[in-house]
């Protein structure tokens, strides 16, 4: 049974020496496999999985092979596991652990900075200068779990302390792997402005990040909060999360609707979250002289951008990766205080054996699928619509 040198478990929560974990073959190729259940190292505990979201960029990494980078290239046949907007319950102690317990219910973060290069102690561990370098050798110090080492398609996972956010037992396994998305939405805003009160936002694409862009910002205090984007069954969660104006872009300009709402000024911040070819251009015109455009989503190919009227008005544009500067701890403040309702764009439960499927009915959006969740104990082997 599971019990390396100077590691601290409970004897009620007992740990196998081998796990089910999915691993990346060719492209779009998953298989499930007996792995050894990690040993976690100074400053790090193992978790034990229990519920783990499906990222529209782990259907990325799964198709495409990037952002993941894997001992210096792409994923594929190296014994990767992806997934990474994983929760559960901290199962075993590194060695001089003591800020969490076992037993504890965690969610967590993706990135864990090296803490020794130059983004890093700006406190930008999600830009860390050693991202990517230590695949097999994380004495360097960064992690980003589900890109540059084995993520959550599994049964354990061992994570930095720096990367844990403790939750309450108010919060559903599945409520508490949406914190990442929300602390994405949360870091986007924060590095637009921080508290965003009384100034007008409008966000671009209703995908998971964008729909909670919309509940942060309104619980922020924006207004008015803007939601642009092509499916209305997908704007009416927007409507039930806080915006205050939908524009479907199928029936209306949406540079001329976020205008017209605003009375001609445009918006201080506009968070785009749709990768569409024009959505930087589009986002120029929506925001006022001095606006600030948050890029969170990102296109397949390159795209033109009128850089020439960005500069003529002074507007700021932005690149975000991931729930940096520890916005997953405010995300999941506000979830746990019901400032807005996360779980509205939870749709569909799935077993860990039926990954396969369940990323089909992300990939392909079957049912309506907005986030999928995928659960390593508690479910049946077969598709749970969410309450």
Known sequence: MYAPAGVKTRADLPIPDTMKAWVLGDPDQLKLV?????????????????????????????????????QGGMPFNKNFTPGHEYMGTVAALGPGVDEYSVGQRV????????????????????????????????????????????????????????????????????????VVTAGTAMYGLTELGGLVAGEGVAVLGPGPIGLLGV?????????????????????????????????????????????????????????????????????????????????????????????????RNNIYLYGIRGEGKSATHRAEAFMSQKRFDARRIHTHTFALED???????ARERIDDAIKVVVKARGVAAHKVAAE
């Open 215 to 311: 509940a942060v910002a309104k619980a922020l205090g924006a207004s008015p909060v803007i939601l642009t984007g092509t499916r209305d069954n997908r704007l009416q969660i927007g409507r039930e999360l806080g915006a205050d104006h939908v524009v479907n872009v199928r029936k209306e300009n949406a540079v001329e609707a976020v205008r017209r709402v605003t009375g001609g000024k445009g918006v201080d911040y506009v968070l785009e979250c749709s990768g569409a070819a024009d959505a930087v251009n589009e986002a120029g015109r929506m925001v006022n002289r001095g606006g600030k455009i948050c890029l969170a989503a990102f296109p397949h190919e390159q795209v033109p951008v009128d850089v020439a009227y960005l500069v």
């Open 34 to 70: 007996d792995k050894p259940v990690p040993v976690p190292r100074r400053a790090e505990v193992l978790v034990r999985i229990d519920a783990v979201a499906i990222c529209a960029t782990d259907l990325e990494i799964i198709h495409y092979g990037s952002p993941a980078l894997i």
């Open 107 to 178: 969610t967590v973060e993706i990135h864990a900075g090296c803490g020794q290069c130059k983004r890093c102690r700006e406190g930008m561990y999600t830009a860390c200068h050693n991202y990517g370098l230590n695949y097999g050798d994380v004495d360097k110090g960064h992690r980003a779990n589900g890109f540059t080492t084995d993520g959550g398609f599994c049964e354990y996972q061992v994570n930095n302390i720096n990367t844990l956010v403790a939750i309450p037992d108010t919060m559903s396994d599945e409520e508490a792997t949406l």
């Open 355 to 361: 990954l396969p499927t369940a990323i089909r009915y």
